[in-house]
């Protein structure tokens, strides 16, 4: 059974930074990828960081320059560096895996985590 578990979450001030953990249990498909999506309140979840089984990333253009996804392999977990951020980054933030070539789409992933709320204030 695939688990995955988000961490470092947190409330930091506007120009902080932060950086959240996906563990992943159950899963060893290196095949695909992994990504980090946000859900703000009253939007709808948006992709904003994925990785592929080598190291390609992509990034959605709203994060670009301050957001960086990375992973262990070793440790079995991924990672979303957070700088400079903004209250606009305020949202829920979910890991996912299982997705195709670097996908940012949230009905490409079939494997979700729980989420860790971050949230910035000014």
């Known amino acids: 059974q695939v688990q995955l578990v988000e961490s470092g979450g947190g409330s930091v001030q506007s120009g902080g930074s932060l950086r959240l953990s996906c563990a992943a249990s159950?899963?060893?498909?290196?095949?695909?990828?992994m990504a980090w999506f946000r859900q703000a309140p009253g939007k709808e979840r948006e992709g904003v960081a994925a990785?592929?089984?080598?190291?390609?990333?992509r990034y959605a253009y709203s994060v670009k320059g301050r957001f960086t996804i990375s992973k262990d392999n070793d440790k079995n977990t991924f990672y979303l560096q957070i700088n400079s951020l903004k209250p606009e980054d305020t949202a829920m933030y979910y890991c996912?895996?299982?997705?195709?070539?670097?996908?940012?789409?949230?009905?490409?992933?079939?494997?979700w985590g729980q989420g860790t709320q971050v949230t910035v204030s000014t």
């Open positions: 996912a895996a299982g997705g195709p070539w670097l996908s940012l789409r949230e009905v490409d992933y079939n494997h």
């Open positions: 159950g899963y060893a498909d290196s095949r695909y990828c």
């Open positions: 990785i592929d089984s080598v190291g390609n990333t």
